[in-house]
């Protein structure tokens, strides 16, 4: 019965690569978030959607893309990846872009 | 610029030695603060949301509060379970739902 899930939770590849993240949600919230934290633990929002809507678009270069199916799903897709990347992405879930935000467990991505 | 500091960085305690960690926090009108408790390799679960300056809120031996400037959370008497990475948060702009966090505390509780 977890509420928020990621897949994969880990993920190896090399520069240039295409690679997505998915994260699903059974809690019935209506807003999905995408966050980094990287090597300094710093917790950084990317994206929110609400409904299907994107509502929060960070300064996050283009080549990440969030795509939200449906309420309960936000993806995330990274095109040609780069050495910077490597973090762990956090994709969370709340009612009514509430700030009481449910997390998911994290991706930890390296790019080699 | 909103900024949210806490410290210290990382803090060690006997079990049972009480401590506090602080947030402190620039914002543009705060519209909440909010603790979240993150274990190794797990993401951040929520714990406080504090709206006003005077606010405390409580949950076992956790206890939060708010002034103007900064917040304290307050940890009575820890136990080893109570080690984790404590995160601070504001709610910034008008954004839905948009966090900004700091860079959070490290708690360690040696038994």
């Known amino acids: 019965d977890t509420a928020v899930s990621q897949t994969p939770k880990y993920l190896v590849t090399q520069m240039g690569n295409d690679k997505s993240i998915k994260c699903e949600q059974n809690l019935g919230h209506d807003t999905m978030y995408w966050y980094k934290q990287d090597s300094k633990k710093f917790l950084k929002i990317m994206f929110s959607y609400n409904n299907k809507e994107l509502i929060i678009n960070e300064t996050v270069p283009n080549r990440f893309s969030p795509k939200s199916p449906d309420k309960a799903h936000l993806n995330l897709h990274i095109n040609s990846l780069e050495l910077g990347d490597s973090a762990v992405y956090f994709c969370?879930?709340?009612?009514?872009?509430?700030?009481?935000?449910?997390f998911g467990p994290g991706t930890r991505l390296t790019v080699t | 610029e909103d900024q949210v500091t806490q410290s210290p960085e990382a803090l060690r305690l006997q079990e049972g030695e009480s401590s506090s960690l602080n947030c402190s926090y620039t914002?543009?009108?705060?519209?909440?603060l909010f603790w979240y408790r993150q274990d190794p390799g797990k993401g951040p679960e929520f714990l406080f949301t504090l709206y006003s300056a005077g606010e405390e809120k409580e949950k076992e031996r956790l206890k939060a509060t708010l002034t103007k400037k900064e917040s304290f959370l307050h940890i009575t008497a820890p136990k080893p379970e109570d080690s984790a990475t404590y995160l601070c948060a504001v709610q910034v702009g008008d954004s839905w739902g948009k966090l900004q966090f700091g860079a959070g505390t490290q708690v360690v509780v040696t038994p």
């Open positions: 969370a879930s709340s009612q009514d872009g509430g700030v009481e935000q449910y």
């Open positions: 914002v543009s009108g705060l519209r909440g």
